[in-house]
């Protein structure tokens, strides 16, 4: 499993304008990862602290905002992992 946060990586546009930063890091961690779902190479590297680390980000405050923009339709796209989830759930 994987921290959520890597699911606002889906759309680094919005995820920058939601953050209020330069939307350049957000892309270079995007480019380094062919599966979004994997970024979380360690503690220190976890989505949520790439995050902090790049931007003042309050998970309460900004996670829902962010991924309400993004909309479930392009965080299926990009998170292969999380649709089969959703379509497992979605066939019961």
């Not at 790439?50 to 905002?65: D, G, M």
Request: hydrophobic share 40%; charged share 25%.
């Amino acid at each position: 499993m994987y921290e959520f946060e890597a699911l606002l990586f889906s759309d680094s546009v919005k995820m920058a304008s939601g953050l209020k930063t330069n939307q350049g890091w957000i892309d270079e961690v995007v480019n380094d990862f062919s599966d979004l779902e994997t970024i979380n190479n360690s503690k220190e590297t976890a989505p949520s602290k790439r995050i902090e680390n790049n931007a003042t980000y309050i998970k309460t405050q900004h996670a829902l905002i962010i991924l309400q923009e993004i909309g479930l339709p392009k965080i299926r796209e990009k998170c292969r992992g999380f649709n089969a989830w959703l379509e497992q759930l979605e066939s019961l």
